[in-house]
């Protein structure tokens, strides 16, 4: 290779250096303004659901309902708690990759309800909440030691 190409070909690299700096600014400016857009559309979901959601369920508890009923009704609003406060907890346990269907099931274990109980509001068998069970114990590294899930479950909120 000549003087002249080796002169070109590092010229052309330095020009690329710079407009990978460049970009990569730019990509960092954008980053931090979605997240800042992510906080402020967090903020204006949660004031929502304070305002237009929460007084129309602590109506919903002056009304006779039966046990499912009111059962469904503390989940919702646990969870719209959760939501409204941005929980670290929950958002933790989201990290685990847990289906939907397990974040369900940990909602239920941490409010004491046994297997059957968690059977019969989802109208499942109770191999199926075990089944679950078993593979939230997995996700949480709770599958070679003998913590009761409730306990842990509940622990994480302190």
């Known amino acids: 290779m000549t003087k002249e190409a080796a002169t070109s070909l590092e010229e052309k690299i330095r020009e690329q250096e ?7 600014t730019t990509l960092e400016v954008l980053l931090e303004r979605r997240e800042k857009e992510k906080a402020d559309f967090c903020r204006t979901i949660s004031a929502d659901i304070k305002k237009n959601v929460f007084p129309f369920i602590e109506r919903m508890t002056t009304v006779p309902l039966s046990s499912i009923a009111q059962t469904y009704l503390t989940l919702i609003k646990n969870n719209l708690e959760k939501i409204v406060s941005l929980d670290n907890d929950f958002k933790a346990l989201s990290e685990h990759g847990f289906t939907p269907t397990e974040m369900y099931i940990i909602e ?42 409730f306990s842990y479950l509940n622990s994480l909120q302190n």
């Not at 274990?109 to 679950?132: C, M, P, W, Y």
Request: hydrophobic residues 40%; charged residues 30%.
């Open 18 to 24: 710079i407009q990978i700096d460049r970009i990569s």
């Open 108 to 149: 239920l274990v941490k409010q004491g309800k046994r297997s059957k109980e968690i059977a019969d509001l989802l109208n499942v068998s109770i191999a199926t909440i075990s089944f679950h069970r078993n593979n939230i114990r997995i996700k949480l590294g709770l599958n070679k030691r003998k913590e009761n899930l």
